[in-house]
């Protein structure tokens, strides 16, 4: 199995501030992923995240407004940057290991 | 591109009732078919996966079949429990971005007594 923590847990911000939420796994991963789920719908993902390499982004995301950052292969931020309420979501990471991806416990977001 | 359609919720059961969440799918190749659980206020769990046609994934009294000819992977359990309530994803992984899951929109299951 593999054990992820994410920080914050939660957190209520302002329009047009920028939250980075970051996801520790405890061992080496080589790709780590993050999801958005937005209130009442599923998972969507947003982009995988390679150590020493840019971050590969979805189809309706990009960098600018969902900077990635992968410093080490236990590691990785998400930020979210100028937030509007649409940006209200759930954002997980997650790993694959041994065949089987294992998610983050979420960091949900309210922009007010 | 690959997609999954779920059975729309929130199902309310009897606790003992049989459970069925239908669950399709569209993809190129053939896919890794999963179901994820979220039970309330935890993190999404793997409940089970199908890795081809015919297999059956099953854990906690609950099963599913990769139906290849029918692209389905529906959710069955034979009694279900009060603690079974949580929210259910089908999921897919295709062959080539191998991780990448694609998610249905989730079916919210109620058990009560």
């Known amino acids: 199995s593999a054990v992820i923590s994410q920080k914050p847990s939660r957190d209520i911000c302002q329009r047009g501030t920028s939250l980075t939420i970051q996801c520790q796994v405890d061992?080496?991963?080589?790709?780590m992923f993050w999801y958005r789920q937005q209130p009442g719908q599923s998972l969507t993902l947003i982009a995988t995240?390679?150590?020493?390499?840019?971050?590969?982004?979805e189809s309706g995301f990009v960098i600018d407004k969902f900077p990635i950052s992968r410093p080490n292969l236990t590691f990785s931020t998400l930020t979210v940057s100028n937030m509007s309420p649409e940006d209200s979501s759930i954002y997980l990471c997650?790993?694959?290991?041994?065949?089987?991806?294992?998610f983050g416990p979420g960091t949900r977001l309210t922009v007010l | 591109g690959d997609s999954v359609t779920q059975m729309e919720g929130p199902v309310t059961l009897s606790e003992e009732a049989f459970l069925t969440i239908n669950c399709t799918y569209t993809?190129?190749?053939?896919?890794?078919l999963f179901w994820y659980v979220q039970y309330p206020g935890e993190g999404l769990q793997l409940l089970l996966k199908?890795?081809?046609?015919?297999d059956k994934g099953s854990n906690k009294g609950f099963e599913a079949t990769y139906r290849k000819e029918t692209t389905s992977f529906h959710l069955e359990k034979g009694s279900v429990q009060v603690s079974d309530s949580a929210v259910y994803f089908c999921?897919?992984?295709?062959?080539?971005?191998?991780?990448?899951?694609?998610f249905g929109t989730g079916t919210r299951l109620q058990v009560t007594l």
């Open positions: 997650s790993v694959t290991r041994g065949g089987e991806q294992f």
């Open positions: 061992s080496q991963v080589t790709m």
């Open positions: 995240a390679n150590q020493g390499s840019e971050a590969t982004y």
């Open positions: 993809a190129t190749g053939y896919p890794s």
């Open positions: 199908a890795t081809k046609a015919d």
């Open positions: 999921a897919l992984s295709d062959l080539i971005t191998a991780s990448k899951l694609t």
